[in-house]
């Protein structure tokens, strides 16, 4: 079992809780608890971050229209001769081809 705590800052706000990745279990718990949600994408999806965008919204319901999203887009740097260098995207995702990336 997961414990969600909040916390106050000095003058007794709410602190907005954020919380991302990008499996299903930690969005529902992003989703259900968090004020923030940070989306990552998996690759070698068709359209990950839209995919990833309405699973939060099934998981929050209708918590959804109060959250705040934070979607990760990763850069990726142009080697020589204008080809992407997935040196980074590899060590997250080493089994994915180029096109999968």
Same mark, same amino acid.
């Given at each position: @079992? ?6 106050? $800052? ?7 809780? @954020?919380? %991302?990745?990008?499996?299903?279990? *930690? ?5 259900? !608890?968090?004020?923030? *949600?940070?989306?990552?994408? !998996?690759? %070698? ?27 990760? *887009? ?8 204008? @080809?992407? $260098? ?8 080493? %089994? ?6």
């Amino acid at each position: @079992m997961i414990e969600v705590s909040r916390r106050l $800052d000095e003058a007794g706000h709410r602190v907005p809780l @954020m919380i %991302g990745g990008q499996d299903d279990r *930690v969005l529902t718990l992003a989703a259900r !608890h968090a004020d923030i *949600v940070t989306i990552g994408a !998996h690759p %070698g999806k068709v359209d990950p971050l839209a995919e990833r965008i309405d699973f939060v919204c099934q998981a929050a319901g209708d918590r959804f229209a109060k959250l705040e999203l934070c979607l990760v *887009v990763t850069g990726v740097h142009l080697a020589e001769a204008g @080809m992407p $260098d997935l040196a980074v995207q590899r060590l997250f995702y080493p %089994g994915l081809s180029d096109e999968e990336y």
